[in-house]
């Protein structure tokens, strides 16, 4: 009975209404415009690609990037902050059609050596078979059917109904028109109301901000029912403007000593693709492309940098929310993981953003920030980065793995206010190492407004449940393991507490 009623408050919290229960690697395409953030973001993509199944690399246009079609047609922007930048266009730093390639052909050279260390990894062959090209010409440009809108359009129709997240790393527009195609094929149809109802059961629109208006003005409106994971400025934190987003104290992880030495340098040749300040690199196809020239660090847009400091991987939280490091956050946006944090709309069905309901409290600076609800996990994500980038050049048993993290019982508990609990992680080291326990109770994901007595005792934790709980508010309770390792890695379980 106990299990019934906690199974019962649980779809009932609006704060834990699952998104996704699927189990298995979880469905992805990538649709990417190809500014240096997504060059940075897409070769840590490929050293996480055994976490997920990609199933499409589609080059797309946006606001700030578009091939033109080469006949003269111009174009101004729909967006307001474009339009008033570049005015009247016929093409738009486009940096070409060849870079995934190029990059999935120095994936191959440490595909062998990074399949030593963990099961899964696609192989260069099938990695280049997912590449298309999608509508390019112009932003938001939709009219035309591509080859990428139309791998898109068969992967949303095939016979598989677990779930296809749509990663936008630029514009929409790709998307839209495979959607829109579908629309065309089957809405005058007997067969559409299905369609429609397995299409919207089955797509997830992961947006990285509006870089163009085909969201809006048409997917919004014709698939109403399609769940969307807005992020507006949350993924600040791995963005150009990160020394505004990270606190202080955290920001070595992104700068110059540690990405050079423990990413970047001496990696191979897949790290080698990866952009920094002060690198001398210039991308092909985009002139605003500044931040390789060593003579312009002390006067980028974004502030003072030093040689090999990160620049950007804006997108990266797109697929991070995708990797299952134990914190369930594929599942619940809003509980918070390696992507961040994102809460369903209050006005928009189907729909999570990074709005003042997403900030997490920053002990840096003693209030409540959005991006810190990213930020927080820094120093796992880079050191879990660093571990990867070894995985390309050095043997198992010279590298470092991350730890397995298991709750020993249910990670969803019926409780009682005052109920004394025992919860206890088991892990285990691939490499042998030590490992260091930490609880805490993540409270800005807590219905529960007050905190818990909690005494920790390396993987067991001894809880008091608060007496003042009311019935069907929850608690939430992380156990972080990390290990001895060179770089350590960390692994979650987490537990959810809900009173009776």
Known sequence: MRILLALLLFCLLPLTQPLDAQDGRPRTIVTTDGEIDDVDSFVRLLLYAN????????????????????????????????????GERTDLRW????????????????????????????????????????NISFEGEM?????????????????????????????????????????????????WDAVYRRVSAKAVIYAVMDQDATYRDYIAKAWPDIAVLYNAGQFGGLAYNWQRAVPRPLQHWMEGPFMQHHVILNHGPLLANYYSYGDGRQQAGDPEHIHGDPSRLDSAQWGSFKPY?????????????????????????????????????DQV???????????????????????????????????????RADWCVMPFDQANHPPAVDSDGATLRTVSPGDKLTLRVNATDPDGDELFYHWFQYGEVDSYPGEAMIILEGPELR??????????????????????????????ARVVLVAE
Do not use: C
């Not at 920053?362 to 209030?367: I, Y």
């Not at 007496?467 to 979650?492: F, N, W």
């Open 51 to 86: 976490e997920m199944e990609l199933q499409g690399l589609i080059y797309s246009s946006s606001m700030w990037h578009y091939k033109g079609d080469g006949a003269g047609t111009t174009m101004v922007s729909e967006m307001d902050m474009t339009r008033d930048m570049y």
């Open 95 to 134: 940096p070409g059609e060849s870079w995934m390639q190029e990059i999935i052909g120095d994936y191959a050279a440490v595909y062998d050596t990074l399949s030593i260390h963990a099961e899964g990894y696609p192989t260069p062959e099938s990695l280049l078979a997912l590449v298309k090209v999608g």
């Open 143 to 191: 009219e035309t059917d591509t080859e990428g809108s139309e791998h898109i359009k068969a992967i949303l129709l095939d016979a598989d109904t677990a779930k296809v997240y749509l990663q936008v790393w630029g514009g929409t527009n790709t998307i839209a028109r495979a959607l829109k195609s579908i629309e065309e094929e089957h809405g005058e149809s007997d067969t």
């Open 309 to 345: 400091d990160f620049i950007s991987e804006g997108d990266s939280p797109a697929f991070l929310h995708l990797v299952n490091v134990g914190l369930n956050s594929l599942a619940h946006p809003s509980w918070g993981g390696w992507g961040g944090r994102l809460v369903p709309s």
């Open 349 to 387: 069905a189907n729909r999570w953003e990074d709005g003042g309901a997403a900030a997490d409290y920053n002990p840096f600076s003693s209030r409540r920030d959005n991006a810190y609800a990213l930020t927080r996990w820094l120093p796992a994500l880079q050191r879990d980065l660093a571990a």
């Open 463 to 492: 809880v008091l449940v608060p007496r003042d709980m009311e019935s069907g508010q929850t608690l939430h309770l992380i156990a972080e393991v990390t290990d001895g390792g060179s770089p350590s890695l960390t692994r979650y």
